[in-house]
């Protein structure tokens, strides 16, 4: 149980577009979920927390006009990263709340723009 | 601030030795610590967490040593095979939900 699944898992854009990434909790509901930016052997930097039904709270240095949040229902959130450029290339993860059972990640999408 | 701060950054263990990893934590409002398995281009994968008022969890071969007075806990995984070969990342959060603060991450090698 507690599978959360992300799509895609890798894409390349032409810089100045705009890519969507789709998190799904597959057998749970989800009322709280996470992203992730993560560098080349690097740790894992919290983006923001999706929250259902209401606005995602970003963190500090995180523009939210350009990483759009979704989280219209209990087992989707979208990351849609607008106006891409060659910076914005890296490997975004997706992660849900457990109930219990603390955080389950997705599988990542690695973005890459040029 | 770096909240958690994880040791060694790289670790190389024969096949069959213990790999041992330590996290240190500032933040004394923390109360769950997990330790997550990222192989490359996957996302982590949960291995093992525990809770202040236990001092140690084991979970086959990966047991969490934890130590409150000092603030640090560390992972050891016993018998390391080639397959653990991973990154591995200490967190803590201030309740199993909230958001997670991430250690560094220690890079561990196993040779055959």
């Known amino acids: 149980g507690a599978v959360v699944s992300q799509h895609p898992s890798w894409v390349i854009c032409k810089s100045g577009t705009s890519v969507k990434i789709e998190c799904r909790s597959l057998?749970?509901?989800?009322?709280?979920m996470f992203w992730y930016r993560q560098f080349p052997k690097q740790s894992l930097m919290l983006m923001a927390t999706?929250?259902?039904?209401?606005?995602?709270?970003?963190e500090q240095g995180v523009e939210k006009d350009k990483f759009l949040i979704n989280h219209a229902s209990l087992t989707l959130s979208t990351l849609t990263v607008t106006s891409a450029h060659p910076e914005d290339s890296s490997f975004y993860i997706c992660?849900?709340?457990?109930?219990?059972?603390?955080?389950?990640f997705g599988s990542g999408t690695r973005l890459t723009v040029v | 601030q770096q909240q958690v701060k994880q040791s060694p950054q790289s670790l190389i263990v024969q096949k069959g030795g213990i790999s041992i990893i330590n996290c240190a934590y500032e933040?004394?409002?923390?109360?769950?610590f997990p330790w997550y398995q990222q192989f490359p281009g996957k996302g982590p994968a949960l291995l093992i967490a525990?809770?202040?008022?236990?001092s140690e969890k084991k979970e086959g071969r990966f047991t969490i040593s934890f130590n409150k007075s000092a603030k640090q806990f560390s992972l050891h995984i016993m018998d390391s095979q080639p397959g653990d070969s991973a990154t591995y990342f200490c967190?803590?959060?201030?309740?199993?939900?909230?958001?997670?603060?991430f250690g560094g991450g220690t890079r561990v090698l196993v040779k055959p």
């Open positions: 992660s849900a709340r457990v109930s219990g059972q603390g955080e389950h």
């Open positions: 057998d749970f509901q989800a009322t709280t």
């Open positions: 999706s929250n259902e039904g209401s606005k995602a709270t970003y």
């Open positions: 933040n004394t409002a923390f109360d769950y």
């Open positions: 525990i809770r202040p008022d236990v």
């Open positions: 967190a803590a959060s201030k309740a199993a939900g909230n958001k997670l603060t």
